[in-house]
């Protein structure tokens, strides 16, 4: 156990060889993390976590936080990044991508059996080993460029759900959040329905309603599907082809100082690192590595038993001097002695400048409020018509607008920021968070709404607010929570049973968190009384429509806010009916005998 300790530790050296094993300890490592708020189906993660929850270090939710004037601080990732892959190449896309370090493992595992002892020699093994063996392919520049393009006018424009099926973070959320979350979730239920059959209590069943649409399911089914193809069969070609993160951390990594190239002194064609190129981009016929596609897995570096693959530093200006590269076999270098060769002239980067700021450019619009992209109207898309009514809410009233989760801030903000990464829906306790499929709108599918049906929004739950990477949902404390004004429940009289059957029932003022909802007499000489809505103290929870008994058009339905308020707090000069104490009665009241003490 100590030899192999130390073993583990002389592989992880500070060389290229040493950086692949890093590179998979901490991608992994970091994927489990990541993975973690999609597997924590009982949402017992302390709180320190959701506030330094790992999402916050994805590229496009902090450039989305960046162009909404969430300042500098909340543009972190994206500016470390940037910086990172102008300096070492593209570090974000193996070492923090989750997608592409799920591409990954689903293709290790499809190339086991090629490397396996026991199954290599098998037709199975055999298979494998010639089937999934990757050859250089040149590069799809014009696809790589309008993936980019195409992500600049969708956040241009404010379609930042649609953005979420070319953004690697969203698509893998909606994996996790869509299939995964769920599946263990009914699958633990299972267990607990049928533990509890048997007269043991130990298991116990997951809160609130975990199942998602068909429709939902079977969209990131066909997403999984897709991506683990594509992995398996040609390595990375999504993440230089459709991933817009890919193509533009491709474009920087052509100006990094630090890069792996190929040396032609040690290089003896001998292909080895070509079949290991996951992303594709060396061919050994020429001796050429495209570091603009390298996504530094460091598997050509340990696959060349004759350091033909080594890295160079480029001076920023071509002002370097050219030295000659290390013989085969030699000791590692130190940073500082590596072979430099020409790299981005004056010109070049003087030229590189404008496109970066081409992508800051809308900043100010999108911080004052101007879009191309017009937002939502009290009559637009969040309004349920008929025609767009899913089937699970069929008969409902033609008033109910769909409400904006917490710290949504407003129909417009929730629209422009949220990617449909379904991290809100999977970590919200009650469960009442659900994908989108024409709720929306086509221009907002996969982002989450209320659903009411199953559930209602907890009065001091922040967790949703806390674990937005986008900030597509603002950060609240549980105080600002509880005045958080997400719309106002709409009362119909002529649908209440209290008047339709003469029957009492106070299920939605009982059940009502701030006390918007107050009784009102309605028939004394039956001890009726009818609720009254309080609009400008209601928070627009949806406990009121979840408790109503009234089917299929309930009473009582949020009306969804267009910009979220601040509701005011209940008090009793608000209160309609004010109940009248008994009269004083005018007889004297008998005194006590205080030398009895039993009076009575």
């Not at 570090?91 to 499809?110: E, T």
């Not at 209602?456 to 806390?466: A, G, R, S």
Request: proline content about 7%.
């Amino acid at each position: 156990m100590r030899g192999g300790a130390f073993v583990l530790l002389d592989k992880m050296r500070f060389t290229p060889r040493g950086m692949r094993w890093a590179r998979i300890v901490f991608s992994l490592v970091f994927f489990t993390l990541l993975s973690a708020q999609f597997l924590d189906i009982f949402h017992r993660l302390p709180d320190s976590w959701y506030r330094y929850h790992p999402a916050q270090t994805q590229i496009i939710p902090s450039l989305l936080n960046l162009l909404g004037g969430g300042g500098v601080l909340a543009g972190a990732a994206f500016i470390t990044f940037t910086v990172t892959t102008l300096v070492f190449g593209r570090v974000y896309c193996s070492f923090f991508c989750p997608l592409g370090i799920g591409m990954d493992i689903v293709r290790w595992f499809a190339k086991f059996p090629g490397k396996n002892r026991f199954l290599k020699k098998s037709a199975l093994g055999r298979f494998c080993a010639r089937a999934l063996r990757l050859r250089w392919a040149p590069a799809w520049k014009a696809l790589r460029i309008g993936a980019v393009g195409l992500a600049a006018l969708l956040i241009l424009f404010g379609l930042t759900s649609l953005l979420g099926f070319l953004e690697p973070y969203s698509l893998f959320g909606k994996v996790f959040g869509l299939i995964v979350f769920p599946g263990l979730s009914l699958a633990n239920n299972g267990v607990s329905d049928y533990m509890i059959s048997r007269g043991v209590y130990t298991v116990a069943a997951v809160n609130g309603d975990v199942r998602v649409s068909m429709a939902a399911f079977g969209l990131a089914l066909l997403i999984l599907a897709g991506v683990s193809a594509l992995s398996i069969w040609r390595g990375r070609i999504y993440c230089n082809t459709l991933c817009p993160v890919g193509g533009f951390l491709g474009w920087l990594a052509r100006f990094s100082l630090l890069r792996l190239e190929l040396v032609p002194e040690n290089c003896t064609r001998c292909g080895l690192c070509e079949r290991e190129c996951k992303a594709q981009c060396i061919e050994t016929k020429s001796r050429a590595l495209d570091f603009s596609r390298c996504v530094l897995c460091f598997d050509c570096v340990a696959t060349c038993p004759r350091d033909g693959v080594q890295a160079v530093f480029h001076s920023p200006f071509g002002l370097a001097e050219k030295k000659k590269p290390r013989k085969a076999g030699a000791s590692a270098a130190p940073l500082s002695s590596l072979p430099a060769a020409a790299g981005m002239n004056r010109r070049q980067f003087v030229r590189s400048v404008p496109a970066v700021a081409a992508l800051f450019c809308s900043a100010a619009k999108l911080k004052e409020g101007q879009s191309l992209s017009a937002p939502p109207d009290p009559g637009g898309p969040y309004e349920i018509l008929p025609d767009a009514t899913p089937y699970w809410l069929r008969g409902e009233r033609a008033d109910k607008r769909l409400t904006v989760p917490p710290g949504g801030v407003s129909i417009k903000n929730f629209f422009y920021k949220c990617t449909g990464c379904q991290i809100c829906v999977a970590s919200c306790p009650s469960q009442i968070l659900k994908p989108s499929l024409t709720e929306w709108g086509l221009a907002g599918i996969m982002q989450p709404y209320m659903d009411f049906t199953k559930g209602y929004c907890v009065h001091e739950c922040t967790v949703c607010t806390q674990v937005c990477p986008s900030d597509a949902l603002r950060s609240l404390s549980v105080e600002e929570k509880k005045v958080e004004k997400l719309g106002t429940a709409i009362f119909r009289e002529d649908l209440c049973i209290v008047k339709t059957d003469e029957t009492d029932c106070s299920a939605c003022g009982e059940h009502c968190p701030v006390t918007a909802i107050e009784m009102l007499p309605y028939n004394l000489d039956k001890h009726l009384y009818i609720p009254h809505v309080h609009e400008e103290v209601c928070i627009g929870c949806g406990a009121c429509e979840y408790v109503c008994p009234v089917l299929p058009h309930k009473a009582l339905v949020v009306q969804g806010a267009n910009t979220i308020q601040k509701a005011k707090l209940f008090d009793e000069s608000m209160r309609l009916h004010k109940v009248q104490e008994p009269p004083e009665s005018s007889e004297p009241v008998p005194e006590l005998d205080t030398e009895n003490p039993f009076p009575f």
